[in-house]
């Protein structure tokens, strides 16, 4: 069965520092999603991403954050310096569509990047 | 502003017995809901969904009841097994939105064996 595919699994961090998270989203899916969760929290939603492009993002998606595909396979989460509040589980997904029109638009999430910032 | 919600922050029940999980939202425009279950470790699995016009879904052992009127939905499981302990969410999307899942707190669910 497909699946999303993120790595780290645990990125440790000092603060200030810049760090990537990796995502490998399912190999037909057209649109792209991060989303966090601090640990205890909800899920929140940080940016979706589709042709190359960003959809919509989040009050939390500052200018700390970008997102890019580099390649046909990859899909990252930058952040240019991480702070303490940035510590959290980050979770990438992907679906074959946009919204809730089918079951083709479900959202598959990945395990999940631990992100510990020191 | 919208906002999803649940009543209880966790919920003990006996194995074999039936589970029921409940959500509060709060923009009645909201058209679309989603059940998400995360286990210890994992991603938001997709349990179920339902659109507002309608006011249940069932599918394998998981019923979704929607009640417009006072805006609350509810998951149902049948039968729960150990392997039902997991966090549930219930989930919409923002206003006009066609990516952005709200999750609500969530509720921890033990089954006891």
């Known amino acids: 069965e497909p699946e999303v595919t993120q790595t780290p699994s645990h990125q440790v961090t000092q603060m200030g520092q810049e760090v990537i998270l990796r995502c490998v989203p399912i190999?037909?899916?057209?649109?792209f999603y991060w989303y966090r969760q601090i640990l205890g929290q909800k899920v929140e939603f940080l940016v979706s991403f589709y042709n190359n492009e960003i959809s919509e993002k989040s009050e939390i998606f500052d200018d700390q954050f970008s997102v890019e595909r580099p390649d046909g396979s990859n899909f990252t989460l930058k952040i240019r310096s991480t702070k303490l509040e940035d510590s959290a589980m980050y979770f990438c997904a992907s679906s074959g569509g946009p919204g809730r029109l089918s079951s083709y638009n479900e959202q598959f999430f990945g395990p999940g990047t631990r992100l510990t910032v020191l | 502003g919208e906002s999803v919600g649940l009543h209880l922050p966790t919920l003990s029940v006996q194995e074999g017995d039936n589970s029921i999980i409940n959500c509060a939202y709060s923009n009645s425009a909201s058209d679309y809901f989603i059940w998400y279950k995360q286990e210890s470790g994992k991603g938001p699995q997709f349990i179920i969904d339902?659109?507002?016009?309608?006011d249940k879904r069932q599918g394998q052992r998981v019923t979704v009841l929607l009640n417009k009127t006072v805006k609350h939905l509810s998951l149902q499981i049948a039968a729960t097994q150990p392997g039902d302990s997991a966090v549930y969410f219930c989930?919409?999307?923002?206003?006009?939105?066609?990516?952005?899942?709200?999750f609500g707190k969530g509720t921890k669910l033990s089954v006891k064996p």
């Open positions: 989930a919409e999307f923002g206003s006009g939105s066609q990516g952005n899942l709200i």
């Open positions: 190999s037909n899916h057209l649109y």
């Open positions: 339902i659109r507002s016009n309608m």
